[in-house]
């Protein structure tokens, strides 16, 4: 018996977390297609991220499902996804676990922002979990970006210089969070 409380495998492996991004039809009865492949293989639901006000470019909605299994089930559990027709867009171990939210004010249109996201994720020990974009006077103007990052534990401050430089070298501004013990 595990000293931690947690359950073993036949093979004694403890469950692992781990994220698996989706993408989902926006049609009823599709989410919970989505979970059915997961509990049938042994899979524990931790969280589910689903924001039906997001589109993918393929006109779906994203969902993001933390789980957790034993590490010799989870191919298993992808698999059993797709087997269903279920497009599975990332499946890996969960590596983040603080959350921080980060304006960006600039000509982020022009300086291409799906560039600037792409080197963010690359470059941080960073997810990108949430994106608002404002561009009210349009995108040849000035716009701003509230960026949701989850970050591994303790690297809150390596994504946040990964961030500043990319922004100082694309002339973006950065507005960072208050971090605990700031006054």
Request: include cysteine; hydrophobic fraction near 35%.
């Amino acid at each position: 018996m595990p000293q931690d409380g947690q359950t073993e495998t036949d093979g004694g492996e403890r469950p692992q977390a781990y994220t698996v991004r989706l993408e989902l039809a926006d049609e009823p009865g599709q989410l919970l297609a989505a979970l059915k492949p997961i509990a049938d293989n042994g899979g524990n639901l931790l969280s589910i991220f689903h924001e039906r006000g997001n589109i993918t470019p393929r006109g779906r909605i994203p969902v993001e499902v933390d789980l957790e299994c034993p590490p010799d089930r989870f191919e298993g559990i992808v698999d059993a996804l797709r087997g269903e027709g279920i497009n599975v867009i990332q499946a890996g171990a969960e590596r983040y676990g603080e959350e921080l939210s980060i304006l960006l004010v600039g000509h982020l249109v022009d300086t291409d922002l799906s560039d600037t996201l792409h080197r963010i994720e690359e470059s941080a020990a960073a997810s990108l979990s949430d994106l608002s974009l404002s561009a009210p006077e349009g995108t040849d103007e000035p716009s701003s970006a509230r960026l949701r990052l989850a970050t591994r534990p303790g690297q809150t401050e390596a994504a946040l210089e990964s961030l500043r430089t990319i922004a100082a070298e694309k002339e973006l501004h950065v507005i960072e969070p208050l971090t605990e013990g700031a006054k």
